[in-house]
């Protein structure tokens, strides 16, 4: 299985490629990140994301597209995934939210504005 040779945590992707496979604006992505939305990319001058990080952002870019939660709500839920998850429970949660997202059309998903 080619799948179990990839590296998942290999930072690979800019914010560009990651809009894309999301079918969203590049700068509402930015703005996302610029919000600390994304994970941490300390010291690197090109920030690049993960496989792994992907899950986070496309669930970020949910919440905030579908669910229409604000950035402090994210970072709350964003919070408590961190703290009170384990990777593999965290990991199983977002693959979840990652079906559920390959179920919404693309009228379900709107770019907005999150204060």
């Known amino acids: ?3 179990a040779l990839l590296d998942n945590d290999k930072l690979i992707l800019p914010i560009s490629s990651i809009a894309e496979l999301l079918n969203a604006k590049v700068r509402t992505l930015k703005m996302y990140e610029d919000k600390g939305l994304f994970p941490k990319k300390n010291g690197q001058l090109k920030k690049l994301y993960s496989i792994n990080d992907i ?8 919440l905030a597209s579908v669910k229409k939660v604000n950035a402090n709500g994210i970072r709350y839920i964003l919070d408590i995934l961190e703290n009170n998850m384990d ?9 979840i939210v990652e079906a559920k997202m390959e179920s919404l059309s693309g009228i379900d998903v709107k770019d907005v504005e999150i204060i």
């Open 1 to 3: 299985m080619i799948l």
């Open 55 to 62: 899950k986070l952002i496309s669930f970020v870019y949910y």
């Open 87 to 95: 990777e593999n429970n965290r990991q199983e949660f977002l693959d």
